[in-house]
Nanobody, 127 residues
Framework: QMQLVESGGGLVQAGASLNLSCAASGRTFGSVAMAWFRQAPGKEREFVAGITWNGRNTDYAYYAWGRFIVSRDNDKNAMYLQMNSLKPEDTAVYFC????????????????????WGLGTQVTVSS
């Protein structure tokens, strides 16, 4: 199972940017799709963005389109989430997750497809 560690969260004002990182251990990183999820207080965890194993395809939740960019560097075993124009409603714990299946052709968006999770990094956006 892959070990995942998120970093880069913090407290920012509305309109600011943050760049989250997800560091992965294990030789399988380059063969699995990755995703970011988030969980706000009192709410269920939800999909934010995903990227295929080779980085060629990405997908976003409707609220992330045009503001967030997901990317990965397989040589560094890392995934990133550039978040721009942050809003107070983006406040949440952000988690990275690894797909259970290698070389999946599509990006899946539901939690049960992901077998490895990090502990999360807190993002707080003040108004």
């Amino acid at each position: 199972q892959m070990q995942l560690v998120e970093s880069g969260g913090g407290l920012v004002q509305a309109g600011a940017s943050l760049n989250l990182s997800c560091a992965a251990s294990g030789r399988t990183f380059g063969s699995v799709a990755m995703a970011w999820f988030r969980q706000a207080p009192g709410k269920e965890r939800e999909f934010v963005a995903g990227i295929t194993w080779n980085g060629r395809n990405t997908d976003y939740a409707y609220y992330a389109w045009g503001r967030f960019i997901v990317s990965r560097d397989n040589d560094k075993n890392a995934m990133y989430l550039q978040m721009n124009s942050l809003k107070p409603e983006d406040t949440a714990v952000y988690f990275c997750a690894a797909d259970r299946r290698a070389f999946r052709a599509v990006i899946v968006t539901t939690e049960n497809y992901f077998g490895s999770w990090g502990l999360g990094t807190q993002v707080t956006v003040s108004s």
